[in-house]
């Protein structure tokens, strides 16, 4: 079971107002504070059921809370620990969503400072729809997925075993990486395949009567917000660069084989192996 009393939640979007609705609905919390820009924002999480009450003042919002979980747009990660840094809590855990971690990381523990108490590790749910804002937002949307954390030397053990708990009382497996490996790793395995989505779109740009369940399901991730993509690629341009070049590579290989029967059904047939290993999450229902 968690150990948190209040949480905070700075940008309650998709992935803020889904881990509100999560942590209220399994009662993870007591109480669930919400933080974002515009007072519509804050009447519709409260409406969804995502926060108990919220703010368009971050200082006030995080005044109390024993966690506080970064959820805006990954450029705004660093600036807003930096404004409520001053107004936590000793001993407030202080977490973030972003899909870009090492330079985040990096500012926030520079920002954190080695002799505060305020307690600080990178977080990233690997769920997600192309949906955004909290209209879109699912209680369940974590269950059966990773939630990966990226400690560094500096992070305190029982922080992040208390993060660890936490996600997997919202029905994730916790997963550590290094930030640099989880950049790297993630630029394969999200990034990429947003990019492979957006370049198969921008091949077939009309839209055709002949797309199939294969050409939906490989392009579904482009119908996702731009804005947020754009900051992505720029915060973790090294690693994409060079997930794309194992992926020129990849089509390379693939060209030769189309030659060679044998080695082509090798590559399908491997494809196709790993593929089965791969357990999916179930999709987002209500939660009752
Ligand atoms: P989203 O649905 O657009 O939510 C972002 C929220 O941040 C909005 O509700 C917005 O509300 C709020 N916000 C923006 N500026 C703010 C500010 N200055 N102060 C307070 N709140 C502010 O985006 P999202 O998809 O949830 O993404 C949020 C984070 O999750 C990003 O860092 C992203 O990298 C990460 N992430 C996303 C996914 C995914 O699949 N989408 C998956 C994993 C991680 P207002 O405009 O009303 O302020």
């Not at 519709?44 to 926060?51: E, K, L, P, T």
């Not at 307690?119 to 955004?132: D, L, S, Y």
């Not at 009567?209 to 993509?229: C, I, K, N």
Request: positive net charge; aromatic residues 4%.
């Amino acid at each position: 079971m968690a150990s948190f009393d209040r949480a905070t939640i700075i940008g309650v979007g998709l992935i803020g107002g889904s881990l509100g609705l999560a942590l209220r609905a399994r009662h993870l919390v007591q109480e669930v504070v919400g933080v974002s820009r515009a007072e519509k924002t804050i009447a519709a999480a409260r409406d969804r059921g995502a926060i108990d009450r919220g703010t368009v003042d971050p200082m006030a919002g995080v005044a109390g809370a024993d966690l506080v979980i970064l959820a805006t747009p990954p450029d705004l990660v660093v600036p807003m620990a930096q404004r409520v840094l001053p107004y936590l809590r000793p001993g407030a855990v202080l977490t973030d969503v972003a899909s870009v971690k090492a330079e985040i990381v990096r500012s926030v523990e520079a920002l954190v400072g080695p002799q505060s108490r305020v307690m600080f590790v990178g977080g990233h749910p690997m769920a997600g729809t192309e949906g955004r804002g909290v209209t879109a937002a699912s209680a369940t949307l974590f269950e059966g997925t990773a939630y990966l954390f990226t400690p560094t030397p500096r992070t305190d053990p029982g922080t992040l075993e208390r993060l660890s708990a936490l996600a997997r009382s919202l029905g994730a497996a916790p997963v550590t990486l290094d930030p640099q490996d989880h950049d790297r790793t993630v630029a394969l395995t999200s990034h990429l395949p947003y990019l492979v989505a957006v370049a198969l779109m921008g091949i077939t740009q009309t839209a055709t009567p002949a797309a199939g369940p294969a050409f939906l399901g490989a392009t579904r991730v482009a119908r996702s917000p731009v804005e947020l993509w754009a900051q992505i690629c720029r915060l973790n341009r090294e690693s994409i660069l060079g997930a794309l070049r194992v992926f020129r590579e990849e089509l390379t290989r693939l060209e030769g084989a189309l030659g060679n029967g044998d080695r082509l059904t090798t590559m399908l047939e491997n494809a196709r192996k790993a593929r089965l290993r791969l357990v999916e999450p179930p999709a987002p229902r209500e939660m009752t």
